[in-house]
T-cell receptor
Framework: RKEVEQDPGPFNVPEGATVAFNCTYSNSASQSFFWYRQDCRKEPKLLMSVYSSGNEDGRFTAQLNRASQYISLLIRDSKLSDSATYLC????????????FGAGTRLTVKP | NAGVTQTPKFRVLKTGQSMTLLCAQDMNHEYMYWYRQDPGMGLRLIHYSVGEGTTAKGEVPDGYNVSRLKKQNFLLGLESAAPSQTSVYFCANRDPNTDTQYFGPGTRLTVL
């Protein structure tokens, strides 16, 4: 079983739609959680951290459920520019080499 | 600021050839990483370093070696390339205060 699992998609949604991704992790000792965005043939870039109480950044909302060991990302009012692959990342900070990446969920927003 | 840079951007090797990938940072972070990314697999950690002169193995270290002689540079070496090493290689550093990783643009390597 992979340490971090994501639905690979693809998710194809129209502009303006709301879309949600989930990510499950297997290590209950995980402490830090992130969503990264990766555009086609580019490097991953941090989208947002995920805090225990949940957090919002504009149209993006991230939530953590420690009991069920999953994190989620909600995108409201999807834009064409949101088309990308979204990577879930889990780490047992502050151990240096412990970051684990999901394989990513691909999102395409269509006009 | 350039952030994290990688050279080369593309490379084609024949089986058995060797090469070195260079990663450089101007962000002064202690932690640096080398990952490979393959379709459907996500990023997998090859080796990492917690500071100048230190290196450690990650999830998939076999067939690779690394060196961190200077804080700003992290080198990844392939001594005898194999087709299974065809991949996209990303270097990254890590801000210990936020756990954020900053990635280089990647190196696309094909081994024939």
């Amino acid at each position: 079983r992979k340490e971090v699992e994501q639905d690979p998609g693809p998710f194809n949604v129209p502009e303006g739609a709301t879309v949600a991704f989930n990510c499950t992790y297997s290590n209950s000792a995980s402490q830090s959680f992130f969503w990264y965005r990766q555009d086609c043939r580019k490097e991953p870039k941090l989208l947002m951290s995920v805090y225990s109480s949940g957090n919002e950044d504009g149209r993006f909302t991230a939530q953590l459920n420690r009991a069920s060991q999953y994190i989620s990302l909600l995108i409201r009012d999807s834009k064409l520019s949101d088309s990308a692959t979204y990577l879930c990342v889990v780490t047992k900070s502050p151990i240096a080499g412990d970051m684990r990446f999901g394989a990513g969920t691909r999102l395409t927003v269509k006009p | 600021n350039a952030g994290v840079t990688q050279t080369p951007k593309f490379r084609v090797l024949k089986t058995g050839q060797s090469m070195t990938l260079l990663c450089a940072q101007d962000m002064n972070h202690e932690y640096m990483y080398w990952y490979r990314q393959d379709p459907g697999m996500g990023l997998r950690l090859i080796h990492y370093s917690v500071g100048e002169g230190t290196t450690a193995k990650g999830e998939v270290p076999d067939g690779y070696n690394v060196s961190r002689l200077k804080k700003q540079n992290f080198l990844l070496g392939l001594e005898s390339a194999a087709p299974s090493q065809t991949s996209v290689y990303f270097c990254a550093n890590r801000d210990p205060n936020t756990d954020t990783q900053y990635f280089g643009p990647g190196t696309r390597l094909t081994v024939l």
